[in-house]
């Protein structure tokens, strides 16, 4: 090595091996090539020669084996006519059937065939014909099946017209077996084919014209398949001797066999010249390297610091100053590279401290690179869990093992803990004898002794690890061990400081703020995650989709901070009651969703998921204590199954939420499986909001008044009920409507049009000096929950100019299920408004006696359920005559709803109710009916 670079790099060495290169090397080189061309040149022509000389001599051999075929059809002119037998022929065939494959004597009346089976003859020109006449013989070159037969003729002795002709053997014309490894091409004067034994057999088109236009010659050309070829030819005087085209010989050999010879002096000469070369190279650096060695190795050495090679040592024997030089240059580059170690390990950690996430990559690096930069006998990294004692993770490394995890190894005493927080920002050494007696790391290294940096790693005033490098020897914590130790401390702090945030950031774009839940992102994910999961293992899986019934009221009643803390209730109960391989989901507002997987058929998917929805109904319609007062709430739960209500994760979310609907429009607080039904049904509901939104502009929603009667059938009061003539579907009834209003909040607008209606009759009942009677509107808890409810109502009244004492004002049980202070506070201030509270539809809600005392109602309505099952039985005429008697003993009138036979309104009656309304006395009618009705009373 010292020897090359001494020649590449010393300007001295590059002079001394100038000059000998022109003085010695290049004459020599030059002279070895020109006398290597020269008998390069010698030995092609020698190939070229005999390429042509073997042409000729095959074409001479060629001849003479034409002039043995005609002799020996001559010698059988004689016998032909006494071939009599078959065995004649037979012998013949056996003694000349070497030279010819078929003899046929040709005459006018037909052919004989002599030797061979019939074959079609040669057609003879007329000047062939005329040829033979005349004694002369006549080779034919015959196109026969993509190959060319030769054939001879001559005169039949005796017999005008008959000619004896015979087909000559391919074997006994070509000789192959001369050739060597030369190959054939035998062409006719008219470039004609005839034979070859190459097997690519035809010649370029401009060295095919060059061998018809030549006598004899050589040439050279290109082969895509074989490479450079050779080949010599030879022009044969066939016609000089018969009635025939002459033939030219063309013999090719490949350039690597032709020029072996020369393939042979190629491996010797240059290996000779380049010999002699070196001899004289090797002694003159010989002597060159003697002298100028060390000043190079010491040159080289620096270029390769420079380069950042600091591995590179310089050996110099010289046993002078060369060889002090070097070995102070190889204590300079030792520590340049330590020290290079160092930094590039803590650029690395610093890498990955700005690219990874988990701490615990970097302690991986640390423990890899550290021990041997820093040439450390051990080096243990020890996690410890925030605000507490406890160490969660060791990481410890002994010599150049590999690196060993021990997870919770021990817990720190608090007095050590305290040392550790008070050691912040600096190091310090322990012996192995004042490691505590718990430490597992004593444990680790038994007797051994060590001396131990400590480096305890704070944030934000917690401590999180302690990193510990142990030597046998004391004296090997040196200073530059130190400061890499702390920096390594602060970079550490850093990484757990960036991998807490990173941690909270993850958690915030994957994890619901408010309740811990795994967010729509995530669901989405585990979503794509089971489809392709059912699919690879045909299995089943479900989702939940569940919405809080009526939160909103809760929202607007008692504030967003009781619905939020109402939420958290909601997730964790949710939690609670999954199983472990399930997820729970918010993915928005009140609005949750399960996951429920690896299900092996339909059958426990339906089984198990309806166990669980029940589990979740009932679970969440126990009550909740948020800000001191009690709250109920149900959920409504849709239940969609892969793959068959979809398969995909859009299809499959989309059909839990559509069931979800129909499970809320079925009355709430159920569950429903998904049906194909219930996706038509959504987008017709969607249609009949969009349609509803333009309904009260269109003048399409109408109010009916349904009478209500006293014990005499005497109108008393009515009730206002809302209808909608939808231009398309005719009378749409409130049932299927009214929930969609409730649910968009149409019902605010529509509900404050229903009350300004009911005003302006009672105000055109006064102008016609009609009997005045009290019209119940109907009040839903959307429209009771909203703070501005009394201010609009009041100022409707104040519009109008109406009576409140004429307003009736109904409502349904799941109004007193909210924040009980807040609704007995606003149904008091509209009762000291004037107007009159009637709760509608008591008894099929969850309303308790002790509540329903505190409320400050004037009317009970019996629901018609109840009025229906009157002629059922005892039982139900008991239920019916203990709400008549709890309503009287509140001091409250009594309306009983759907009274549709005079039995029930005989029962009724004699039992005290106050007013009735139902089919038997009055169905709905419109205002203009119901004043009639008014008017026939007057």
Sequence with gaps: MLTRSLFSKNTVAKRLYLAFILATIIPVSILGIVSFYQVNGELEEQAFSGLRKSSKDYGLRLIDRFVVAESALKLLQNRIPKLTLAHDSAILEERIGMLFSHIVVSKPTGNQYIVGEQILLPTLSTDEQRVISLGRTVIKAVDEDESIALWIAIPQLGLQDHLLMARLKGDSIWEQEVLGANELLVYGENGQLWFSTAEHNVLPEELQQEVLSKSSGTFKWEDNVNGSVLAGFWHTPLRNMFEAPNAIIVQIQLEDIALSANAHFKSFYPPVIMLAVLVVLLSVTKLISRYLTPLSALQEATEKLVKGDFSYQVKVDSEDEFQSLANSFNNMTRHIQTQFDIQSTMGEIDRQILSVRDANEVVETAMTRLPETLGVDMMAIASVKPNSLAIEKLYFRVGLQPTQIVDKPSVLSHEDYQHLISEQNRIFILASSELPAYSYIRKIMQEQHFY???????????????VGFAYHQLSAITHEVKNTARNFGDRIAVALSNAAWEEKLYNQAHYDGLTGLANRRVLNEYLKQAVARAKRDETNFCVLFIDLDRFKSINDSMGHAAGDNLLVDVAKRLENNCRETDLAVRVSGDEFVIL???????????SISSHIAKKLI????????INGQTLHISASIGIAIFPDDGNNPDAILEHADAAMYHAKSAGRANFHFYQSAMTSTAVENLKLENDLRQALDNNELVVYFQ???????????AEALIRWMHPELGMVSPAKFIPIAEQSLLIIDIGRWVFEQCCDLINELSDKNLTIVPIAVNLSAVEFNRDDLISHLLGILDKTQTNPNYIELELTESVALTNKDICIQRMTALRESGMSLAMDDFGTGFSSLSYLQELPLNTLKIDQQFVRNIELGESSQAIVKAVMALAKGLSMSVVAEGVETPEQFNFLAENGCDF???????????KVDFMAKLEAKK
């Design 596 to 606: 429920l997987t690896e299900f092996d058929d339909e059958q426990a998917s339906v």
């Design 916 to 926: 009735y309304q139902g089919y038997l006395l009055s169905k709905p009618i419109p």
């Design 618 to 625: 009932s679970t969440l319609a126990e009550p909740y204590h």
């Design 452 to 466: 131990y940096l400590v480096v305890p790693v704070i944030v934000n005033e917690q401590l999180t690890a302690i």
């Design 707 to 717: 009478p209500k009667f006293d014990s005499e059938q005497e109108i008393v009061g």
